[in-house]
């Protein structure tokens, strides 16, 4: 018979740990004890805590272009209005967890890019491929008039995602929605603007 995986339940409370207490405030027995998985299961299935972030994050990473897919790739709105409904998305989840966790993407861009060039390098390839969609929809809002063209849609939409890393930083500190609201008012009144 087969032994019980505890695998799926350490990367869950893995995430759970890693947003609680940072990449390094994160030890092995903190993750397991989550999990309520012995400590052997943790290096039974993965070699590193630095191999085991990388894969954290990954997973991060899809159910983020899940939600990006869902807004970004609706054609039914327009251009402002799927960027605006991504925002919505990303909000609601934050809310969720009473704004008191971040995005993981920008969690290990700050504490864990320096430590660990297997980090470093998956978080490089990362953000292109989380502005991609973004610079897809601004590029069809500018073709169509909606959207200025005063910028290239790669650079604004590198510059949306920066913005928002920043006010998702701020609202970690303030607890609530405002600096987010703030990001999407001043966002769509001036980059995004007509």
């Known amino acids: 018979m ?25 030890g092995v027995r903190d993750i397991v004890a989550e999990a309520s998985a012995p400590q052997g299961s943790f290096t039974n299935h993965f070699r590193s805590k630095e191999a085991f972030a990388k894969e954290v994050l990954d997973r991060y990473f899809t159910s983020l272009k899940v939600a990006a897919d869902a807004a970004l790739g609706d054609k039914r709105l327009t251009p402002r209005q799927r960027i605006n409904r991504y925002l919505d998305i990303i909000i609601g989840r934050l809310a969720e967890d009473d704004f008191q966790r971040g995005c993981l993407i920008g969690d290990l861009s700050l504490e ?26 601004i590029a069809e809002g500018q073709a169509s008039g909606e959207i200025s063209d005063a910028f290239e849609p790669n650079d604004l939409a590198e510059f949306l995602i920066a913005a928002w890393e920043g006010a998702i930083l701020r609202m970690k500190v303030s607890r609530n929605a405002e600096p987010l609201e703030r990001f999407r008012r001043i966002v769509f009144a001036t980059v995004l603007k007509r």
Request: proline share 6%; net charge positive.
């Open 2 to 26: 087969a032994k019980h995986s505890h695998r799926e339940a350490i990367l869950e409370a893995g995430r759970t740990v890693m947003f609680r207490k940072g990449y390094v405030g994160s």
């Open 112 to 137: 864990a890019a320096p430590q660990s060039e297997l980090l470093r390098a998956r978080l490089s390839e990362i953000f292109p491929e989380w502005s991609a969609p973004f610079a897809d929809c």
